[in-house]
């Protein structure tokens, strides 16, 4: 059967029943079998806990196997375990709190409504005789799933973080806002206003954007298990991190995988770890928050995310401020704080501005050639600290400056004498390292070859057929050669054996190999895909992007 059959009868399936919830219903989180379930059992309304280390604290939500995917009241929907959640005679849905309170309400009281119903698609519905009244697709709180239309005068929320879709077809990520920190044209060329755009997550794994001035819809992601599996579950979410993406779900399972993520690095999310917060990776992929300097303490010890304070306040030492040197650091900016903070500037003069303005609290030094200093005099600073990043920052402080123990100043005895450049080490890991994927990618085609296709293969095909660039992410090559890629450098470098996969020279060289470890991580975490680009007769090109790259080729 052709896929797109395929899911055609599949999407019919999910979309065409309904269950009806009569006037009068209560849903209580003491008696979990209080709930309203779609007629293919697929979506139900349940009161489920907001998390296994709280068990007390409630969300009254449209759940997938476990999965909310709406939220009464979205975040600020949180209720303890003698809430209701009911569906008045009036018609008006409303949630409340132990004690009575009012929490959140549909507004629908005396609007002619005869009962709610619960669909297949996971559309919460309330309808009089004619006309939709308020359904939960139209009041998206952080997801968005299959079929829903997303439109300008909606948003997802999550903590200060939103989404939202302009009227130029941009969608953007904003913090507290304002702060954009990802933004995503329709095209390079496209200069204008659409006329009622609006975005649709398929469930095949497309995100689409859709407009009567469009004649295609133009795809503007997709999940890396783009078309694959037949009972899976789809969806878009702005998840509490900033970051949005996009999930699937087998049913039943209760757990979703992540497919596909607006940015690319978590560390790149403003504000993620809170003010003063400097993002940075320790030792594994895991983004970990960590203050500035010793000047300065956790606001809240056990939780990291929650930012940085001064130990001492830059008012209790009028006489006595510095500029502390933090390398490899930069501090986020983005629009609208962009056109008022950027000036072109070296990097001895990027400090000099700072300690000479005093509302200036701190500086970055883009030193990547584009001559750009960040002059932050904002009140509140998100940072990102990386080895790969030449960036250098300056933030003042109350003399003393006490820089944080580097970690080879925390093991002395690993550390060996330095002799190589920084760019050199980089240069020649990097190489290696595009060397280990293409041979990684040439061994796993030629495996391939010898296999029967799946679904996703022949559905990669098709695409081949059309033009279109097949995309492999990173983890599925991985997984796609495991069982011969045991001899390879991403597998010695996950035992630790970094000296099997340098250079011999280097090695010889005596390296500092904490140096030489940085540089391989911070290389590894960037080759977020491999695009496999068909060429004439049967060759293929297999090529490593970054995201900006991605975005281009897409484009084509
Ligand atoms: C809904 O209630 C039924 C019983 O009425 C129960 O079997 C089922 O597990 C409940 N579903 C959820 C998601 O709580
Ligand atoms: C509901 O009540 C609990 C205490 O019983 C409280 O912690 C919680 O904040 C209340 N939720 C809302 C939304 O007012
Ligand atoms: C349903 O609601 C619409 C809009 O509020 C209204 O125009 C219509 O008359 C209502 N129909 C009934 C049967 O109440
Ligand atoms: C509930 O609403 C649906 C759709 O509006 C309608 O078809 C159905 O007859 C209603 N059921 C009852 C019991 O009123
Ligand atoms: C689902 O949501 C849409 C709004 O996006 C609404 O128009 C539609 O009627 C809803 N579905 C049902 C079955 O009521
Ligand atoms: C849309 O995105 C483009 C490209 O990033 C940008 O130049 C443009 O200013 C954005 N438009 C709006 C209204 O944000
Ligand atoms: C960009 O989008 C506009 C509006 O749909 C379209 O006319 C134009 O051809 C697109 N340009 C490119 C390079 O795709
Ligand atoms: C697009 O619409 C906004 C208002 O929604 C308006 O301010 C802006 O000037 C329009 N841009 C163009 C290019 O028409
Ligand atoms: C989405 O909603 C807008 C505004 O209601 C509408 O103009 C557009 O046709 C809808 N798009 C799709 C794909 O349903
Ligand atoms: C970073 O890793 C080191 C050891 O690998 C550990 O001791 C330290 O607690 C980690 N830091 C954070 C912030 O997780
Ligand atoms: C941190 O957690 C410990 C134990 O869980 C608690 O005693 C302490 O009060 C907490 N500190 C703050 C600042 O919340």
Known sequence: MPLSIFFFIHFLFYTTSYADIPLGSTLTP??????????????????????????????????????????????????????????????NLRLTNGSGSLVWESRTSNKGISNGTLDGSGNLSLRN???????????????????????????????LYSFLLLDSGNLSLRWNSDVIYWNQALNSSFRGNLSSPGLVL??????????????????????????????????????????LRIYSSGRGDGTSTERWAAV??????????????????????????????????????????K??????????????????????????????????????????????????????????ALADGTGRCYLKVSSFLSGWQSPALPSKSFIKICSPGLLNPSPSTVNPNQRRPRKQQDWVVAVVVACSLVGVVLLQGGVWLWCCRKTPMGLSAQHALLEYVSGAPVQFSYKELQRSTKGFKDKLGAVEFERGNVNDIVDERLAEDQVDMEQVTRAIKSTLSQLREIVMLPHRGSAWTMILIDDAAKKKLRRK
């Open 202 to 243: 398929q469930q095949t794994g497309v995100l689409q954007l859709f407009d009567s001035t469009l004649s295609v819809p133009v795809n503007m992601a997709y999940s890396s298990d783009y078309g694959e599996g037949t009972d899976v579950l789809r969806f878009l979410r702005l998840d509490s991190d900033g970051n």
């Open 307 to 364: 930012g940085c304070k001064r130990k001492v306040e830059i008012e209790a030492c009028p006489s006595n401020t510095a500029l502390l040197e933090l390398d490899h650091t930069q501090f986020l900016t983005y629009p609208p704080e962009l056109s008022s903070q950027v000036v072109i500037l070296g990097v001895s003069a990027c400090r000099e501005n700072c300690r000479g303005g005093g509302s200036c609290v701190a500086s970055t």
């Open 129 to 159: 005789e004619s006309v939709t009244i308020w359904s939960s697709f139209d009041n998206p709180t952080d997801t968005i799933l299959p079929g829903q239309n997303f439109t300008t005068s909606k948003s997802l929320r999550s903590g």
């Open 264 to 305: 690319s690095d978590q560390c790149k999310v403003y504000g993620w770890c809170g003010n003063f917060g400097i993002c940075s990776y320790n030792d594994s992929s895991i983004p970990v928050c960590g203050c500035p300097s010793q000047n300065f303490e956790f606001s809240d010890p056990n939780e990291s995310r």
């Open 30 to 91: 003491s008696n979990p079998n209080t709930n309203w379930t779609s007629p293919n059992n697929v979506f139900s309304v349940t009161f489920i806990p907001i998390s296994s280390t709280n068990p007390t604290s409630f969300s009254a939500a449209i759940s997938f196997s476990g999965i909310p995917v709406w939220k009464a009241g979205g975040d600020f929907g949180i209720v303890d375990s003698s809430a209701r959640f009911e569906l008045q005679l009036s018609g």
